[in-house]
Nanobody, 123 residues
Framework: QVHLVESGGGLVQTGGSLRLSCGFSERSFAVMGWFRQAPGKEREFVTAVHMKSGATGYADSVKGRFTISRDSTKKTVYLQMNSVKPEDTGIYLC??????????????????WGQGTQVTVSS
């Protein structure tokens, strides 16, 4: 059984930083990603990383501010969030899948999801 566990969420002021972590079980995946969901809105792609090659992809809204990284030995994927804005507020969910890289921004392509961690950016 696959378990993805997010941590690191919380309250942060506009312009501040936060680092989220996603720990996973023994199984390996082709792609891991971060999505977010704000109240009343659809789940939104944030970023993804190809676990073997290290290739990354980002939503335009977070490019230059957020960085995804992986540590395979620790079985953890990180999301470093810098220069956060109020519109970054939401539940951040870690996801994993074995799809081809081109599908990395599509929620339906992921097979496993964590429970999410709340990020709130105050203005």
């Amino acid at each position: 059984q696959v378990h993805l566990v997010e941590s690191g969420g919380g309250l942060v002021q506009t312009g501040g930083s936060l680092r989220l972590s996603c720990g996973f079980s023994e199984r390996s995946f082709a792609v891991m990603g971060w999505f977010r969901q704000a109240p009343g809105k659809e789940r939104e792609f944030v970023t993804a990383v190809h676990m073997k090659s290290g290739a990354t992809g980002y939503a335009d809204s977070v490019k230059g501010r957020f960085t995804i990284s992986r540590d395979s030995t620790k079985k953890t994927v990180y999301l470093q969030m810098n220069s956060v804005k109020p519109e970054d507020t939401g539940i951040y969910l870690c996801a994993a899948g074995n799809m081809v890289w081109i599908e990395n921004s599509r929620p339906g392509a992921y097979n496993w999801w964590g429970q999410g961690t709340q990020v709130t950016v105050s203005s």
